[in-house]
């Protein structure tokens, strides 16, 4: 009976598998351990982010101003750090909060005044993104100490730092989601949320939690990508909710809810970002190479749900 | 409770957010120092010489009078200034005849997004990156890296930190840039006027640092010219021309020149200011190329252009690499041969001059096609 529930992740594999192959095939420096890992650092910002946005899908929301969060929790890392003199691990715990805050007030919104996600968090993105920019007033914060850069530049046993921290939060969100009541309760809230109500689960309850959980992993990518680029930029994280959202679709999370897994999100994080990098280094260039993720992307979907649809 | 909470700090996130915009003035957000030129057309100090202050590629190839394959990664591709510098690359390689040089970037002035397209290449293996930078500081790890696996790295147009590159060709002078700019505006405009600036964003190196020494200059040299505001426009035509139009609604009357900050910018606020009717009545000046002004400029709408020949500017950064790579061009050098340019100079430590800023204007904007 598990076969059937990962079936789409299954398929998921063995495309990103034949793709692996035939872009290892035409270069090879593409299947170097040095360049798979490499990719792993660049593509933690968007996973990180991809693991709560599962968890929003799967409940029939989304959040799109994840991006506008990572903004807000660059700008008030940097600049707590310079302009109010907090110490730098302080920092980082206050821009946390605050992508934890933010993340909250999404969540407040939606339950409180039950409006759709969709809209609250296009009002939000607007919001965040405009704080980050008047907060900053355009000054990039820079001149870091050293040790700061360790999580997004440096390695242990070998592996980028970051490819640890998200393995570890891949691991608890996959467990959380797979074998906890809360896990099952988003599922349920996402098949028939009215059903979930009066099955006596807190509905509500969860879906701060879920919210919250997107602030705070944007919040962590905010800070993975300062320590990675050694500044901060009010336009950090611009764009950023549309790649989470189409490797958690790709994924296999249906965008209506009830589906999906962290699993089919890692596959279809590893999928966009492998097939970016082995295409370039095939020599395609920049704009032909978005043109080739957009054709695959359809096409993994189409067969993953024809796939789905013939079984039934 | 919870409901008093979610008010409270969401009037809190409103007022901090509105406080924070209410910004008046802004000097160009680098917080590098300034260095504005002498009035009118009084001497100019020589730059001071510095001690050379570029990285060092570790245990370079030597390929001295070899092939070698060059990739430009300029800030975004798709545009018409980076199309003219990439075909000053293109001149420069034919000329030489050993450089085989491509461009690539992405289709947005993302500094991220540019990161992961000189990443991709150091792993493909280059002999050369050429790069115009969206963020001089973010920029630095990827180059370093690049000057880590022996590849050679020559910026131009916008700058990393200089540790991060060999050298860097400037097309000019910042403050002559910024001199130019603001003598033609005040030509214009008179005295007594005001003026707003668009640009492309606040942490743009080059444009950052031009804003900054405007400031510097007009404050010096024109006291009473007024500055009303900074916008973004991110390189994008369309929001450009939205910027434009707000501001000219916003200031009315009051505004009476716009200073575009790229060769996206100032065609749209050209193009702005005709929408509005109000040619003659509020100026253009700005950066940008011949072709794109050629309209505005024929029908009197904007009478001059700065700028320098980004053609020049791809082809000078493509002879630089060339020189490097054979060795001609050492850390601590006064000067380089640049092909049909001639003798460049170094200035700053490891800059090279192209040459002082151009006027285009009726006269002789016929002549150009790029």
Known sequence: MRWLLIRHEIILLAILVVALIGLGFFNDRFLTLDNLLNQGRLMTEIGLIALPMTFVIITGGIDLSVGAIVGLCAILLGYSWKNWGFPLPVAVVFALGVGTLAGAVNGLVITRLKAPPLIVTIATLALYRGLAEGISKAHSVRGYPESFYWLGQGEALGVPTQLWVLGACMLVAGVALDRTSFGRTLYAMGSNEMAARFSALSVDRTKLIVYALSGLMSGLSAYVLVSRVTTTRSDMGLGYELDVVAAVVLGGASIFGGSGSIWGTAIGLAMIQLLKNGLALTGVKGDATIVVIGVVLIASVLIASSLERRRE | ?370
């Not at chain 2, 000329?95 to 397209?117: H, N, W």
């Not at chain 2, 097309?171 to 030509?187: L, R, S």
Request: glycine residues 10%; charged residues 20%.
């Open chain 2, 1 to 370: 409770m919870k409901k008093l909470l979610l008010a409270t700090a969401a009037l809190a996130a409103l007022a901090l957010g509105s406080a924070g915009a209410r910004a008046a003035q802004w000097d160009g957000g680098d917080d590098l120092p300034t260095n504005p030129l002498a009035c009118g057309t009084g001497a100019n100090p020589a730059p001071a010489a510095k001690a050379y202050d570029g990285g060092q590629p570790t245990n370079p190839a030597n390929k001295a009078g070899k092939e070698i394959t060059v990739v430009d990664v300029p800030k975004l591709i798709g545009i018409g200034y980076f199309n003219a510098t990439s075909k000053g690359i293109q001149d420069a390689a034919k000329e030489l005849g050993s450089v085989k040089a491509s461009t690539d970037g992405p289709t947005e002035a993302k500094i991220d997004e540019q990161i992961k397209f000189i990443d991709n290449y150091i792993t493909r293996g280059v002999d050369g990156i050429l790069f115009a930078a969206n963020d001089p500081v973010a920029i630095a790890p990827v180059l370093k890296k690049a000057l880590g696996k022996g590849i050679h790295v020559v910026g131009y147009d916008a700058n990393s930190t200089p540790d991060a590159r060999e050298w860097f060709v400037n097309q000019a002078q910042f403050n002559g840039i910024a001199k130019a700019m603001v003598d033609n505006m005040a030509k214009e405009i008179g005295e007594d006027s005001a003026f707003a600036i668009v640009t492309s964003t606040f942490t743009t190196p080059n444009q950052a640092r031009w804003i900054a020494e405007m400031h510097a200059y007009a404050d010096k040299c024109h006291p009473k010219l007024q500055w009303l505001e900074t916008v973004e426009a991110q390189e994008d035509n369309v929001l450009s021309f939205n910027q434009a139009t707000t501001l000219i609604n916003k200031h009315g009357d009051k505004l009476k020149g716009l200073f575009g900050m790229t060769s996206v910018a100032t065609p749209a606020s050209a193009e702005a200011v005709t929408k509005a009717k109000l040619c003659g009545k509020v100026a253009v000046v700005g950066l940008a190329t011949p072709n794109a002004m050629k309209p505005y400029v024929n029908t009197g709408c904007v009478k001059s252009v700065v700028l320098w020949n980004p053609v020049d500017l791809g082809y000078a950064a493509a002879e630089v690499l060339r020189a490097v790579v054979d060795g001609k061009l050492k850390p601590g050098a006064t000067e380089v041969e640049a092909g049909k340019l001639g003798k460049l100079q170094v200035v700053n430590g490891s800059e090279i001059l192209l040459g002082a800023p151009y006027i285009f204007d009726k006269e002789n904007i016929g002549k150009f096609d790029f």
